[in-house]
C-alpha cells in the first residue's frame, strides 16, 4: 500500500508496518476495467467502538463525507441489507451512484462483508476489517477497508477511480472521528 503522507508500499494484509494514525492505500487494475482498492487506518481505539460506528447504519451517512444516505432494509440474523446513496462532486458535475448491499457481519473476526444487490454499477463488493492490537496496554486497532469495483458501460471510470482514491480516505477518517468521538464520550 501506498501512504497517503508518501511511506513506502506495504501489503494490505501486513497490519503491523502501518504506521498510528497514518492512511495506506492501494489500487490494483484487474481485468475488463474492475479495480481493487483498499485503504488501512491504525488508531488508539478499542475494536468494539469501531464495530459500533460501522454497524451503526442508519447514521452511516451523517459521518461518512461522501454517503448522501444509508438505509436499512431489512435484517436476517447477521445479514443486512442496505440502501445507500453516494455522491460526488468533480469536473463542475455532481455524480450520485445507487446501491442495494447485503452485508454479512462477521463479529468474533472483526469482518463485516458486503457485495451488490442492485445498482448503478457491474460489480461493488468488499470488506471492512477490524483488528485489535494483543498485549498493549493503550488499545489499539486497525481498520482495514476493500472495495472491487467495476462500473457499467459508458461510466467515466478514470474520472470515478481519482475520486474513488482520495474519498476512500475521506471516509476512512469520517469513521476515524466518529469512534474518536463516542469513545471520548464513553
Same mark, same amino acid.
Given at each position: ?75 436476517? /440474523? ?31 473476526? /472483526? ?76
Amino acid at each position: 500500500m501506498s501512504s497517503a503522507t508518501g511511506s513506502p508500499a506495504t501489503s494490505s494484509a501486513d497490519t503491523g508496518s502501518c504506521r498510528l494514525d497514518t492512511i495506506q492505500q492501494e489500487m490494483e487494475y484487474l481485468a475488463n476495467g474492475t479495480r481493487r482498492l483498499a485503504v488501512q487506518l491504525r488508531l488508539p481505539l478499542h475494536a468494539d467502538c469501531l464495530w459500533a460506528v460501522l454497524t451503526d447504519y442508519p447514521n452511516l451517512s451523517s459521518f461518512i463525507p461522501n454517503l448522501a444516505s444509508s438505509r436499512q432494509l431489512w435484517r436476517r /440474523g447477521n445479514r443486512v441489507c442496505l440502501e445507500q446513496v453516494g455522491t460526488q462532486q468533480f469536473c463542475g458535475l455532481r455524480f450520485s451512484a445507487k446501491v442495494e448491499l447485503e452485508l454479512v457481519e462477521h463479529r468474533e473476526a /472483526g469482518e463485516l462483508r458486503f457485495a451488490m444487490r442492485q445498482g448503478d454499477f457491474r460489480r461493488f463488493e468488499g470488506v471492512w476489517r477490524i483488528g485489535q492490537e494483543p498485549g498493549r496496554s493503550i488499545p489499539e486497532s486497525s481498520l482495514l477497508y476493500e472495495l472491487i469495483v467495476q462500473g457499467r458501460p459508458g461510466m467515466p471510470l478514470g474520472l470515478i477511480e481519482q475520486r474513488l482514491r482520495k474519498d476512500l480516505a475521506s471516509n476512512l477518517r469520517g469513521v476515524q472521528l466518529e469512534a474518536m468521538r463516542r469513545a471520548a464520550i464513553n
